[in-house]
């Protein structure tokens, strides 16, 4: 059974940082991500990794956050720098084994002065 547990959210000032952990068990994953969802808005695309490394980032989020896994451990990490209100929504850790996509419970992080 496929399970994903995230950690590290929290209330951060703006311009602060988190870092964001997901531990994936249960299979082997190709590609995994983060996603995250404000209060009314879409679920979004935040950054993904595959299992060789190549990352792909949301371009509101480039050059602040950087997203990294650990194979051996089936963890997805989300280092999140310089920190803005707007990034304010529940982060999702995503994780894709063939032929299906997996989600983990969600951890809230809050920017706020």
């Known amino acids: 059974q496929v399970q994903l547990v995230e950690s590290g959210g929290g209330l951060v000032q703006p311009g602060g940082s988190l870092r964001l952990s997901c531990v994936a068990s249960g299979s082997s994953f190709s590609v995994m991500a983060w996603y995250r969802q404000a209060p009314g808005k879409q679920r979004e695309l935040v950054a993904s990794?595959?299992?060789?490394?190549?990352?792909n980032y949301a371009g509101s989020v480039k050059g602040r956050f950087t997203i990294s896994r650990d194979n051996a451990k089936n963890t997805v990490y989300l280092q999140m720098n310089s920190l803005k209100p707007e990034d304010t929504a529940v982060y999702l850790c995503?994780?894709?084994?063939?032929?299906?996509?997996?989600w983990g419970q969600g951890t809230q992080v809050t920017v706020s002065s």
């Open positions: 995503n994780a894709y084994a063939f032929p299906k996509d997996y």
């Open positions: 990794i595959m299992r060789g490394g190549f990352t």
